[in-house]
């Protein structure tokens, strides 16, 4: 059981390393901390560690309760998951999301953030589903899409900002329907990449009393195989193949338990 975890943790980090460079390679610049977060990206990229973990510090030290901080304690933790850090540590990854959610809740970054957190700590700790969802995306979800087909994307980004902030007010099935009127907008170009993968986010959300991998998967492949031109196409890759490794170690971790029942009878 031991090597089948520590080859999981093993595959995680290989996923989570494209997310890493995707994630920081979108934080905006903001004047003269662009400097850091540039070097940062610089040394990232070139397996230095250390130095972008210093550039990230130094620009905490600056912003320790205002933005760029809440970017700055994001990247930490990114950077201590990173699959190539000989130094990796998933407690210090932690603490940094753990940070960048409470202490800057309206950040951007918080619910990504919380996600993390709670995909470090439960990765080989998923409980059953509830459903017996295959994972295909067949339900309710984007009946819709050729009812508004004739709304402009303006009218998608208005239901995606909509559902952000439903999101950031605890509304998951408002949010939720938010994210599926954007997509109905504007089913086959953007911003209906990003409503795909806002819905994906939302089924693994910490908060979700029915998070439900399977259709966070659905939504993912989406993304790849409906725009894959996206920004957000790799991401959602990479989600695709961390979510299936979390399926497969519960089903792993259910197996063990049920031939220790047998052995005990």
């Excluded at 990229?45 to 933005?67: I, T």
């Excluded at 009946?143 to 994307?153: E, F, I």
Aim: net charge neutral; with cysteine; aromatic share 6%.
């Amino acid at each position: 059981m031991g090597r089948k975890r520590s080859w999981t943790w093993q595959y995680f980090y290989c996923c989570a390393a494209g997310l890493i460079v995707a994630m920081l390679a979108a934080c905006a610049p903001l004047g003269l901390n662009d400097t850091h977060l540039r070097h940062s990206r610089q040394l990232l990229a070139a397996g230095d560690f250390a130095g972008a973990l210093r550039e990230n510090r130094q620009l905490l030290a600056l912003h320790p309760r205002q933005p760029p901080g809440d970017t700055a304690l994001f990247n930490i933790g990114m950077i201590h998951i990173h699959h190539a850090n000989p130094t990796k540590d998933p407690g210090k990854a932690l603490r940094a999301f753990d940070r960048c959610s409470r202490e800057f809740p309206n950040s951007p970054h918080a619910d990504e953030a919380r996600n993390w957190v709670h995909i470090l700590q439960a990765l080989v700790k998923m409980p059953r589903k509830d459903t017996d969802s295959d994972g295909k995306d067949t339900d309710s979800d984007d009946k819709s899409d050729d009812k508004m087909r004739g709304l402009p994307v303006e009218q998608a980004n208005i239901e995606l900002q909509r559902g952000r902030r439903l999101l950031a007010q605890g509304d998951l099935q408002g949010a939720l329907q938010a994210t599926r009127e954007a997509l109905a907008s504007s089913p086959h170009d953007p911003p209906g990449d990003e409503a795909l993968f806002a819905m994906g986010l939302i089924h693994i959300h910490y908060a979700n009393p029915k998070k439900d991998i399977g259709r966070a998967q659905a939504f993912f492949t989406r993304v790849v195989k409906e725009f894959p031109d996206s920004p957000r196409t790799e991401e959602a890759r990479i989600w695709v193949d961390i979510l299936d490794t979390m399926e497969k170690t519960r089903q792993i971790d259910i197996e063990i338990e049920e031939k220790k029942r047998e052995l005990r009878r």
